[in-house]
Structure formats: structure tokens, C-alpha cells
């Protein structure tokens, strides 16, 4: 096997959920506060990129706060974060999101499934969102 793989195995022992480009996440991340006292702050938002692979796989996440967007990059493996909870799961035709950044208001952060209809001949018609 190969040296790379036996050293990446050692430190994705963590579980992390399945979620893609575009879904809504919650990031727990701890913060220390003192000596011995942590806090988890939570960081709410769209899923935008995921870079990277295996120990180095790293993923953005967009949210807009006070009107300001606001970006952060998580590195999957830090010890750094407790839980990623999938809030929301969207479906995107891109691999990276960036075209965010330059919409406004609830379009921003509006990205959701959609949805199928069947109609009278039997063939799924997709609506348009």
C-alpha cells in the first residue's frame, strides 16, 4: 500500500456526512475560550466548493450575514470542528458556486431540488424554478 495512504487513513478515522456543492450545512466548530473551557460556534450556509481529496479535502461555505456576504473554508479533517449537520440539500449543475456572490437577498441563498410533475403522456416534465 501505499506510504501516502497508510499516513491519510490515520487521520480520517472521523465520520463526516455525505453533502455536495450546494447543499446547506451547519458547521459546529470549537473556539477555546480559556484554559480549559471550549465553545461550539455554529456557521450556517451554502456549500459553494469542495477542493482537494483524501486529508486534504477542503470545502467553502457562503452565508450572507447583515446584508454582507460572508465566505469560510473548512478543512474536512480539522480538529478543529465537532459536527457538520446537512440542513438542506440542493441540486446545482456546477461544481463551484461562485456566481453567488454577485446575487442579492434570498436569491443568494435559494438553491433547492426540483421538483418532478408528472404530465398526461407519462413523461416527467421538470418545473421551473
Given amino acids: 500500500m501505499d506510504k501516502m495512504k497508510l499516513i491519510e487513513q490515520a487521520y480520517t478515522t ?3 456526512p455525505l453533502f455536495n456543492v450546494g447543499d446547506t ?3 459546529m466548530t470549537r473556539i477555546p475560550e480559556g484554559p480549559d473551557k471550549v465553545r461550539l460556534h ?3 450556509g451554502v456549500v459553494i466548493a469542495k ?3 483524501g486529508v486534504r479535502e477542503c470545502f467553502t461555505v457562503r452565508k450572507v450575514s447583515s446584508g454582507e456576504g460572508v465566505e469560510r473554508v473548512f478543512p474536512l479533517f480539522s480538529p478543529a470542528i465537532e459536527r457538520i449537520e446537512v440542513l438542506r ?3 446545482v449543475r456546477r461544481s463551484k ?3 453567488l456572490r454577485g446575487k442579492v437577498g434570498k436569491r443568494a441563498t435559494k438553491i433547492e431540488a426540483k ?4 404530465n398526461t403522456t407519462g413523461a416527467i416534465l421538470r418545473e421551473k424554478a
Avoid: A, Q, R
Avoid at 421538483?115 to 408528472?118: A, H
Fill in 89 to 91: 440539500s440542493g441540486k
Fill in 97 to 99: 458556486l461562485y456566481y
Fill in 42 to 44: 455554529p456557521f450556517e
Fill in 25 to 27: 450545512v451547519k458547521v
Fill in 14 to 16: 472521523k465520520e463526516m
Fill in 115 to 118: 421538483k418532478e410533475k408528472p
Fill in 51 to 53: 477542493n482537494g481529496s
